[in-house]
């Protein structure tokens, strides 16, 4: 292969995400600037709230990805694009390995777009795995508040001490949030500010269960065991759900264990003839990368079937 093929091979790819990357980048200074000239529009009080807004709400705030990158614990203001060069990175030097294999400019193509994505997989990950750690450590929280304030220890005080007597690094850093910015902003802010770094559903219900019990008066801490009581029920059912789907996890894997197996036994029967084609002539090689493309897509709808939500 000439140098000519490998220069294009090499920045075809980078100057279509590039293109994206600007694209996207000119739409959001297109919206900046569209908003902006419909607030002059209107009155000067609307100006001032939004320049207020601006500098109380960080530019990692106003997109998708970078949301995702603040759940995973990357809140540099510069990590969406770090990000972005680390998924082209990944998919180009994947895809050039695939292409020595291959020799197939559709391979080197397909593998940069596909495997451009495993980084997002494993942020997908990062995000539910600290998911997991903060909403066991929540439950274990509001275990101790609840048999704080049964004893008679007031709520803020029972909260402060199991905040600070938790095992989670990551649960101490968004609950120090609380601790340290209440009194300033009060809670609707405080708590808007934890969910920026946390996905976690159960948090949302105890910020709910934790206004709603303020307000509405009674006994708060009944109203902190039902909430307990509830959450401890959700994970024994998800448990069971669990194990459950994982049954069918299994299923597909015997399965292409079992392809594989037939494979074996039909190209032992022929002499060799499969893999004479699949490994040894490149349109076989071709073939074999989208069978196995194939599979691994089927591998991903069967889990996002079985997700528990």
Known sequence: MD???VVLLFSIPILFFAFIYLTYDWYKFSS?????????????????????????????DKNWLAQK???AGFENKNAVSIFLIICLTSGVIIGFFIFTVIQSLLAFIVSILIFSLMPYLILVKIIRSREAEFNLYLKEIIDKVTSMMKSGVGFEQ???????TTNSTFTKKVFSIYLNEKEIIGDEKVFAKMFQLVDSKEFRIFYLTLSIGRKSGGKFSNTLEKLRKTLHDQGEIKDQITSSTREIKIGSYMIIALVIF????????LNGVLNEHFFESSDG???MFFLLIWVSFGLFINNLLTKIK
């Open 32 to 60: 900046r600037r569209n908003n902006m000239v419909n607030i002059l529009k209107n009155t000067n009080n609307k100006i001032l709230d939004t320049s207020k807004k601006t500098n109380t709400t960080s530019s990692s």
């Open 262 to 269: 037939i494979y074996m036994m039909m190209n032992s029967a």
């Open 3 to 5: 140098i000519v093929s």
């Open 69 to 71: 990158l603040n759940y």
């Open 285 to 287: 090689r071709l073939q």
């Open 158 to 164: 029972g909260f402060k001490k199991s905040i600070l």
